[in-house]
C-alpha cells in the first residue's frame, strides 16, 4: 500500500509503542465540511499522515456549529491527526503546488462539484499522469456520473432522497431528519473502506484508480432491506415511531423518575425473557409469540405489559432487572450520561486530547480496537494553516517563496 521508501518523518507509534497500521501513507484531504473530512480522519486515526487542503479563507467545518471560547469545537474533532495548510486552487500557483503535493500521495479526497478539478487542470487523468499509483477519492451527493450530478448535495438530501426520512418518525406525523450529519457520517464511512479497497487493488495491478462515491448511494446501502422488501412484496414501510414492524417488545420506555430506557427484544429467547421479567408470562405461551412478525402484530399489548412495570420503577432499578435477566436494554443517555458512564469510561471510549487553544479536549476515542497496532488521537483540528510552511517546505518552497505566496493570496 505504500509507494514511499524510508521512515515517514510524520510517523507517530501508536499506543502499544508498534508503528500505526497506516503509517506511511499519505493522504491529501481537500474535501470541506464532513464526508469526505470523516474519511480521512478515520484514516489518520490509524496513521496514515493526512494533509489537509483549505482554502485560505478556511475550510467551512470551522464555521460550523458551538464554539468554545472562540474556537471552533467540530473543526476540533473532524480535523484531528490532520495538518493544516492553505492553498487557493483558483490561482495557477495553488494548483502546481497541489500536483506536486499529489505526485508524491496515495490517495487525494475531494468533494467539488464534478467537473470542478477538470476544469482546473487537477483531473485524474492530469494527477495520475505524475504518480499512477495515485488514488483519487472523490465524493459527492449523487456521484460524478446521471441527470443529478450537477447538483448540490448535502447529507440531509442523502437522508431524505435514500428512503431515511420516509421511514422515521411518527405514524401520524411528517417525515424526520436526524439532528446530526448522520448520512455524512455513513458516507465517509463508506469512503473508508472504498479508499482502502481500492490501495488494496493498487497492490494488486500497480495502478491507482478514481473511486465514484455518493451520499445518496452510501444512505441506499444501509437501507436495503426495507428497499429490497418493497420491491418483492410491494408493501411500502411506513413510519413507526420506536417501534418495529419485525419484532416486538421494541420502544423507548419512560421510568418513574423520568428517563427512558430502549427495550429490544430481537429474538424469541429474549422476548421470553422480557415477559416473564414484567410478570406476564402467559404471553410466551400466545401461539403468535413464537416469530417477529406476530409479535409485531401484537406490539400494543406488549407495549402495556413493558411499560407498565417500567413506569413503576426507577432507571437504575430497570437497568438492574433487565441485566440480571439478561435482557437487552439501553439508557436513553444524554452526553453528561455519555461521558459519566462506567463502561464507557472504563474502555476509555472517549479520551482527553491535550490542545493548545484548549487546554484539553474530549472527544470519542478511535471507532475500532486492534489489538497489536492500535489507532490513537495524537491531536486535536489545527489552527488554520498551522502546517503550511512545513508541509510546502517539504517540496523545497522557502521562506521567501513562502512570503511571496502569501501576499499574492495563493496561501
Not at 484531504?29 to 474519511?39: R, S
Not at 467539488?112 to 483531473?123: A, S
Not at 422488501?229 to 420506536?242: A, F, I, K, S
Not at 417501534?243 to 430506557?261: E, I, L, M, Q
Amino acid at each position: 500500500m505504500i509507494n514511499r521508501s524510508g521512515p515517514d518523518p510524520h510517523e507517530h507509534p501508536g499506543p502499544t509503542g508498534a508503528p500505526l497500521p497506516l503509517a506511511g501513507l499519505k493522504v491529501i484531504d481537500t474535501a470541506t465540511l464532513f464526508a469526505g473530512p470523516f474519511a480521512a480522519t478515520l484514516l489518520g486515526d490509524y496513521g496514515a499522515e493526512v494533509v489537509k487542503i483549505e482554502h485560505p479563507d478556511g475550510d467551512p467545518a470551522r464555521r460550523y456549529g458551538a464554539q468554545a471560547d472562540g474556537v471552533p469545537v467540530w473543526w476540533k474533532v473532524v480535523a484531528r491527526n490532520k495538518r493544516s495548510a492553505t492553498l487557493d486552487l483558483h490561482t495557477d500557483e495553488g494548483r502546481l503546488l497541489f500536483r506536486r503535493l499529489a505526485a508524491d500521495a496515495d490517495l487525494v479526497v475531494e468533494n467539488f462539484r464534478p467537473g470542478t478539478l477538470e476544469r482546473w487542470g487537477l483531473d485524474y487523468a492530469t494527477l495520475s499522469a505524475h504518480n499512477p499509483r495515485l488514488v483519487l477519492l472523490r465524493m459527492t451527493g449523487f456521484g460524478q456520473t446521471g441527470p443529478y450530478a450537477h447538483r448540490p448535495g448535502f447529507g440531509t438530501v442523502g437522508e431524505a432522497m435514500s428512503g431515511l426520512a420516509h421511514l422515521t418518525g411518527n405514524p401520524d406525523g411528517p417525515p424526520t431528519l436526524p439532528s446530526f450529519p448522520l448520512a455524512d457520517a455513513v458516507a465517509g464511512l463508506t469512503a473508508a473502506f472504498a479508499a482502502l479497497t481500492a490501495l488494496r487493488a493498487r497492490e494488486l495491478t500497480g495502478r491507482g484508480q478514481v473511486v465514484d462515491l455518493s451520499i445518496v448511494e452510501s444512505m441506499l446501502g444501509v437501507l436495503a432491506g426495507p428497499l429490497t422488501t418493497y420491491d418483492l412484496t410491494g408493501v411500502m414501510p411506513t413510519r413507526q415511531g420506536n417501534r418495529s414492524p419485525n419484532n416486538a417488545p421494541r420502544n423507548v420506555y419512560r421510568t418513574k423518575d423520568g428517563h427512558w430506557v430502549a427495550v429490544a427484544a430481537t429474538t424469541v429467547s429474549v422476548a421470553e425473557r422480557v415477559v416473564r421479567l414484567v410478570g406476564r408470562p402467559e404471553l410466551a405461551d400466545e401461539p403468535w409469540f413464537a416469530t417477529g412478525a406476530g409479535r409485531a402484530a401484537h406490539t400494543g399489548e406488549l407495549d402495556a405489559a413493558v411499560g407498565g412495570w417500567i413506569a413503576e420503577r426507577t432507571r437504575d432499578e430497570v437497568v438492574d432487572a433487565f441485566d440480571r435477566a439478561q435482557a437487552a436494554i439501553g439508557a436513553v443517555y444524554d452526553f453528561a450520561d455519555v461521558l459519566q458512564d462506567p463502561h464507557l469510561t472504563a474502555r476509555r471510549s472517549i479520551v482527553s486530547v491535550p490542545d493548545p487553544e484548549l487546554d484539553a479536549i474530549r472527544m470519542p476515542d478511535v471507532a475500532f480496537r486492534l489489538s497489536g497496532t492500535p489507532g490513537s488521537v495524537r491531536w486535536a483540528g489545527p489552527r488554520l494553516g498551522e502546517h503550511t510552511a512545513e508541509i510546502l517546505g517539504e517540496l523545497g518552497v522557502g521562506s521567501e517563496e513562502l512570503s511571496a505566496l502569501a501576499e499574492r493570496g495563493v496561501i
